[in-house]
């Protein structure tokens, strides 16, 4: 199935669910799992992933005729809370294998730091994209949401930056580790995937501050 069949899947099934009144913070967080679980979409299409949600709740609660606002609300917490997991577990995928001293292609880690690093990023712009698009109601409310998230940050933010702590701590282990079961090269790779990781948390951790600092002025 291509990326356009799926993401009419998820829409439609997200649309059901809140036509039917399900609960629908569960319902999402289960819909967006079980994309990713599946292999359906990678965890880049995150984006792909948010709209097709958003999109199939909206069109849902506006045929049942429910409120729009706290349908959406629920709808992005379960979305979110789904992509912080997701970004657990591609964390925890590369840190069992680093710690087994399996050895890992360098450039699919570096790029997977980088994934993590803007997990957050792309889960609110596809709440903010979907608004663009929308009109009236619907895009007020999520122009809210999306707005609230920017300032004040999202579970799948905490999560990341959970996540690439613990990856960082690994790999500075590896790093610096004595074993002889460990090359040289190996250690020289793992080091400079910490120093990249660090270098991400330095920037999250900043723009937390920032964030932080902003609202605590509003």
């Known amino acids: 199935m291509d990326i356009y069949n ?8 997200s649309q059901k669910a ?5 609960d629908l913070r569960d319902r999402a967080k289960q819909i967006t799992l079980d994309a990713l679980r599946d292999g359906k979409l990678s965890i880049d299409e995150i984006r792909n992933i ?5 999109e199939g709740v909206s069109l849902g609660l506006a045929e049942r005729g429910s409120d729009l606002k706290s349908g959406l ?18 964390s925890m995928t ?4 680093i710690e087994r001293g399996k050895e890992f292609n360098e450039a699919e880690l570096k790029s997977s730091i980088e994934r993590l690093r803007d997990l957050e990023r792309d889960f609110v712009e596809s709440l903010k994209d979907v608004a663009g698009k929308s009109s009236g109601k619907l895009k007020e409310e999520l122009s809210e949401i999306s707005g609230h998230l ?18 960082y701590n690994t790999l500075n282990s590896q790093a610096g580790s004595t074993s002889a079961t460990l090359k040289d090269a190996a250690q ?31």
Not at 6 to 13: G, H, L, N, P, W
Not at 18 to 22: C, E, M, P, V
Not at 150 to 167: A, K, P, W
């Open 150 to 167: 920017g300032r004040t940050g999202t579970d799948t933010g905490g999560r990341v930056m959970e996540s690439l702590s613990v990856l």
């Open 73 to 90: 609300k629920e709808a992005v917490g379960g979305m979110d809370e789904a992509i912080g997991q997701a970004a657990q577990r591609v």
């Open 94 to 97: 590369f840190r069992e294998a």
């Open 188 to 218: 020289v790779t793992a080091a400079r995937l910490a120093d990249l990781a660090s270098g991400v948390l330095a920037g999250l951790s900043e723009s937390i501050r920032k964030k932080n600092e902003e609202h605590s002025v509003h």
């Open 6 to 13: 799926v993401r009419d899947a998820v829409k439609q099934e």
């Open 18 to 22: 809140a036509f039917q009144g399900q």
């Open 50 to 54: 948010g709209q097709a949600i958003t």
